[in-house]
């Protein structure tokens, strides 16, 4: 059985107890709960940080394509979709933080139209600011979950089984 760090297990926590984001508590109560919860207060603090990170980053990201006025260039309207045939191309340091685990299910999540190109952004964004690479897809698909979770999106379940999948435990047939 694989090692959990104990800030993706206060995420999971997080996510299970305060689906939606909108109705979580603020972040000292939050904290206090956690706290209540049996959490200690460095996972607790580092899964706040990044929390705190979250928020940020969603501010304005948008679940539904949106077309920009034709006049405005992609850089002055944030919420710019991605064009259906576009390609993402990783820098250096994504690749090895995410991992080739990490961008094929990033990309099965886009092609399953689960992940639009602002969601996956986010991901990246938050995934980026992990310490430890590469990320192991279990902790990326918590994090994957914390996006849907800010933002108030609730996957596919094909989808959301695949996410909460543990691979390592599957049978085979």
Known sequence: MRYIDP?????????????GGDHCPGRE????RLGSAGFGREEIQ????WLDGLHKAAHGVRLEP???PPHLAPEQF?????APNSLRVYRPAEL??????GIACLRFLEDAGALPAGLR???IDRALVVPEPPLALDDLKI????VYWRVGASPDLLVLDELCDDAGRRVAH
């Open 29 to 32: 109560q939050l904290a206090h």
């Open 121 to 123: 952004e986010l991901v």
């Open 96 to 101: 090895e933080h995410l991992g080739p685990h």
């Open 143 to 146: 994090l994957i979950m914390m």
């Open 7 to 19: 800030m993706y297990e206060v995420l999971v926590y997080v996510y299970e107890n305060y689906w």
């Open 46 to 49: 580092q899964a706040l940080t």
């Open 66 to 68: 949106v077309v920009g």
């Open 78 to 82: 944030p919420a710019w979709p991605a």
